[in-house]
């Protein structure tokens, strides 16, 4: 697919029913994997066993998150791989036949075989189409194309396990000449994403997601995480479409959102694989290694959204689900997307806006700007960004987030049994805490016997944290940290806001390292789960254990 015909999905913005296609972090191929070419590389076929292929996304993500994260699909399917292993995906390969553009170009069905080029490669996808993680439509835009420029959107496919799964369907080669030609009508997309503090702990650069160490998280520091390239917005042309089950019943521009009354609220927003890297410890997982920082406290101004829909005159009863989509689109014209339940978005109690200022200030173009969804006490994929259209539904959104990413699963389930349709999408999120100071394997200075240890800790729902345990005794002993910095105005059943805190810990004065324990108790004494072997998920989800950490002392 050239460039042109990308940018038409872009202008036509296209509102596809069709899960997006998402990002492959790691693909673990099972079994055998044999090659078959002749010397000629007159024919090619790949034997097919079966293996399961899934794989999940950005992710967000961030979520501010709305987060990850990418869900991805693979359903378990073994490819014959070349016994060239080590020949990097695209270049040149010596031992396969060169064909012209126009010959790839014929195949671009089942009947003719469905191939695509990336670089220089040729490639028969054939038999992996129905297995594509986004379904087959996506995939099959690029038939008898090059599918690098997907590649320049999802730019997480440029790993190692995507390129030799790749690899493995290799037939041919086209000149280095065409390549240049398909390379040409590629486009980054992120070329023109903000620029971004470089203290800023990066784990994905495309989309971009990233944290701030876990010091400066407690001193205020806010994180962007993003799904797809960030839009660049007009404030002049910009309007929000309302929709009742996809009729448009009211367009309004910023001005008439700006009429409404101002409503302002502290709350975190967090992203639902927060503190990931953690539960992958216990078995391996797929999605962003988040640490502690994939979450942001701020305060947020902005119209209710009760208000907003409130003058559409709807009947609540008659609706289950308010749906959001951002102008962030995907190559296809797919907007990001997610939907809350409609019982949340017309309660005045649950505070959800349109947000366009943060901390006072317009949203910077990270966070949303003009308009984003803050959905207080629900996890950050649903507090969609650069706002675009609203529409109330019997359904939940058909997004590819919503319906087959961020949802929470059995410590059982694996990759072979997974049906992401059984499983709600996560909606408010449970109660966690984390050290941000020291980090582990830190050396601490002891003064006066103790060291000092700081944090954060949060609950969905609304529920006001009542009590941080620390604890460097294997929970023999614990200590309650002091709860520092609270929203002191906020109601009960509305405490949006992270609890920072703090303790002065005792320790050994005759050890060199010790163990910290950490765990948050809310409202409702919903408390921490000990270990993420019981809670653990294949995509490292919801990942609220005992925060722990060692470190090293310095007497």
Same mark, same amino acid.
């Given at each position: ?99 012209? @553009?126009?010959?790839?170009?014929? !195949? ?55 390129? $030799? ?13 065409d390549a240049k030609s398909n390379k040409n009508d590629s !486009?980054?997309? *992120? ?8 203290? @800023? ?11 701030? %160490?876990?010091? @400066? ?8 995480k993003n799904h797809l390239p960030v839009p660049e917005v +007009?404030?002049? +042309? ?88 951002? !102008? ?27 947000? *366009?200022?943060?901390?006072?200030? %317009? ?33 939940? $959104? ?24 059984? $499983? ?17 394997? +830190? ?67 005759? $050890? ?34 005992? !925060? ?8």
């Amino acid at each position: 697919m050239n460039l042109s015909y990308w940018k038409m999905f872009h202008r036509m913005r296209q509102r596809s029913q069709v899960p997006l296609l998402q990002v492959v972090v790691k693909n673990y191929i099972n079994g055998r994997r044999q090659c078959f070419t002749d010397k000629k590389n007159e024919s090619f076929k790949t034997k097919q066993d079966s293996v399961l292929l899934y794989a999940t996304y950005v992710a967000t993500a961030a979520s501010i998150l709305g987060i990850s994260y990418y869900t991805f699909r693979y359903k378990k399917s073994v490819y014959a791989l070349s016994k060239t292993q080590d020949v990097e995906c695209g270049k040149l390969r010596e031992d396969m036949r060169t064909y012209t @553009l126009e010959e790839v170009g014929k !195949h671009d069905n089942k009947e003719n075989r469905i191939w695509v080029t990336f670089g220089q490669g040729v490639y028969d996808i054939t038999e992996f189409v129905d297995k594509h993680p986004g379904g087959p439509s996506k995939i099959l835009m690029a038939a008898g194309g090059a599918i690098d420029p997907f590649w320049s959107i999802f730019a997480n496919h440029n790993t190692p396990e995507i390129q $030799s799964l790749l690899e493995s369907m290799r037939i041919g080669n086209i000149s280095e000449e065409d390549a240049k030609s398909n390379k040409n009508d590629s !486009h980054d997309a *992120y070329v023109n994403e903000p620029s971004r503090h470089k203290a @800023l702990i990066i784990n994905n650069q495309k989309p971009f997601c990233a944290e701030p %160490p876990s010091p @400066l998280l407690v001193e205020s520091f806010h994180t962007p995480k993003n799904h797809l390239p960030v839009p660049e917005v +007009d404030l002049k +042309d910009y309007t929000l479409e309302l929709t009742i089950e996809g009729e448009t019943k009211e367009t309004i521009n910023f001005d008439e959102l700006k009429r409404y009354k101002k409503h302002t609220i502290t709350a975190a927003v967090m992203c639902g694989g927060n503190r990931r890297s953690e539960m992958a410890k216990v078995k391996k997982l797929r999605g962003l290694s988040w640490d502690v920082g994939a979450v942001g406290n701020a305060t947020w101004t902005g119209a209710r959204l009760c208000d907003v829909l409130k003058d559409l005159g709807i009947n609540e009863d008659m609706f289950s689900h308010v749906q959001f989509e951002g !102008h962030d689109l995907d190559p296809s014209g797919t907007p990001y997307g997610a939907s809350i339940p409609i019982s949340k978005a017309m309660d005045p109690r649950g505070d959800v806006i349109l947000a *366009y200022e943060m901390n006072g200030q %317009p949203l910077s173009r990270d966070h949303g700007f003009p308009v984003r969804v803050i959905v207080p006490g629900v996890v950050g994929a649903r507090n969609v960004k650069w706002l675009n259209k609203i529409t109330i539904s019997k359904q939940e $959104s058909p997004s590819q987030w919503q319906q087959g990413d961020y949802k929470g699963f059995s410590p059982s389930i694996n990759w072979d049994n997974v049906d992401f349709s059984k $499983s709600p999408a996560i909606q408010e999120m449970p109660v966690i805490s984390a050290i941000c100071s020291p980090q582990d394997s +830190d050396a601490v200075e002891v003064k006066n016997g103790k060291v000092e240890v700081k944090g954060y800790a949060w609950s969905g729902g609304g529920h006001r944290i009542i009590r941080v345990d620390v604890t460097n005794d294997k929970g023999e002993t614990w200590h309650t940290a002091d709860l520092s910095g609270q929203d002191l105005k906020a109601k009960e059943g509305r405490y949006w806001s992270w609890t920072l805190w703090s303790v002065d810990l005792p320790v050994d004065e005759n $050890s060199e390292e010790t163990e910290i324990w950490a765990k948050a108790v809310d409202s409702a004494y919903n408390v921490q789960p000990e270990s993420f072997r019981n809670i653990y998920n294949i995509r490292g989800l919801l990942c609220n254990a005992y !925060h722990r950490i060692k470190i090293r002392l310095k007497q």
